[in-house]
């Protein structure tokens, strides 16, 4: 069946990249997406990426897909304390599936 | 503030109850989603509705159900509920089917003492 994996924590220092990564185990997945949650707080969209992409960039935000090795990763640029929060990578086939999450990776920032 | 609202946004009950969780969609937006957020499973997807009808069914329990009404609200029906039933519960919703963003509601945490 479906399966999305995810570290459950990363630790930076303020100002450095965080990079967190997800593997995949559904090769007919169409759609990637990463979400952030705060606590308390809903799911929020923070980027997407199709299938036939292998790189988006959106402001402080890179998502790259390696396709052959299903393996997803979400850098986040200069990290602030407002970018402490849980990442949950997704992915859907599109259609009328819901998305299936990853277990969501902790973003911890060190002063 | 995604739009997406969910009442109520907290519910504790006893086991053997049943619950009914409301939510309204994004203005426009046709297709709603329900998931469950619990520290032992995670994020679960259990039922989609577009414009009325069902669409999709996930890892929902027969002792689950949904509608999603004319104006386009949905309603998630607990019944029977067991200590295993506490969670969280998300409502999302999207323009229609295919690839759409799914904007999620701030979820009812639900109690079952």
């Known amino acids: 069946g479906e399966d999305v994996e995810q570290s459950l924590f990363l630790s930076v220092r303020e100002g450095d990249s965080s990079v967190i990564n997800c593997t995949y185990t559904d090769s007919s997945s169409t759609y990637l997406y990463w979400y952030k949650q705060e606590p308390g707080a809903g799911l929020q969209l923070l980027t997407y990426i199709f299938s036939n992409m292998d790189m988006k960039q959106d402001q402080r935000l890179t998502v790259l897909l390696n396709k052959k090795d299903k393996h997803l990763s979400l850098r986040i640029a200069d990290t602030q304390t407002g970018d402490s929060a849980i990442y949950f990578c997704a992915e859907s086939q599109g259609g009328a599936d819901g998305l299936t999450f990853g277990k969501g990776t902790h973003l911890i920032i060190q002063p | 503030d995604s739009g997406v609202t969910q009442t109520p946004k907290h519910l504790i009950t006893a086991t053997g109850q049943r619950v009914t969780l409301r939510c309204s969609p994004r203005s426009g937006d046709l297709s709603v989603y329900w998931y469950q957020q619990s520290l032992d499973q995670g994020l679960q997807f259990l039922i989609q509705?577009?414009?009325?009808?069902?669409?999709a069914k996930g890892n929902i329990l027969e002792r689950f159900s949904a509608q999603q009404f004319p104006d386009l609200h949905s309603e998630l029906n607990l019944s029977s509920l067991e200590l295993g039933d506490s969670a969280l519960y998300f409502c999302?919703?999207?323009?229609?089917?295919?690839?759409?963003?799914?904007?999620f509601g701030p979820g009812t945490r639900l109690t079952v003492t």
């Open positions: 509705y577009y414009n009325g009808e069902e669409r």
């Open positions: 999302a919703s999207s323009a229609g089917t295919g690839f759409y963003e799914q904007y």
